[in-house]
Nanobody
Framework: QVQLVESGGDWVQPGGSLNLSCAASGRTFGYYAMGWFRQAPGKEREFVAAINWSADNTNYADSVKGRFTASRDNAKNTVYLQMNSLKPEDTAVYYC?????????????????WGQGTQVTVSS
């Protein structure tokens, strides 16, 4: 069983930055691909970013390319999402997810474990 706990969500003004963290339990964290997804009120969950175990393969949604960066520290069992140049449309609950097959896929259905989410609000 893998437990994921997100943190770092907050209110920020447009143009600001946040760094989300996702701490994972489990001895084999280093082999998982990790994904970030988000869900805004009244909308479906959408893919944001994904990173493979060695951090040399990342995927990003077009809407966040150039603004968001996924990274990980396997020694700390933690994955991060650095979010810069935030926009009001980035407002959502952000979730991290683990794929035990190790594939940094955009398909949320292929992830095996999910965190509880952290709220990000971008407004003036």
């Amino acid at each position: 069983q893998v437990q994921l706990v997100e943190s770092g969500g907050d209110w920020v003004q447009p143009g600001g930055s946040l760094n989300l963290s996702c701490a994972a339990s489990g001895r084999t964290f280093g082999y998982y691909a990790m994904g970030w997804f988000r869900q805004a009120p009244g909308k479906e969950r959408e893919f944001v970013a994904a990173i493979n175990w060695s951090a040399d393969n990342t995927n990003y949604a077009d809407s966040v390319k150039g603004r968001f960066t996924a990274s990980r520290d396997n020694a700390k069992n933690t994955v991060y999402l650095q979010m810069n140049s935030l926009k009001p449309e980035d407002t959502a609950v952000y979730y991290c997810a683990a794929d035990i097959q190790g594939i940094p896929t955009m398909n949320g259905r292929l992830y095996d474990y999910w965190g509880q989410g952290t709220q990000v609000t971008v407004s003036s």
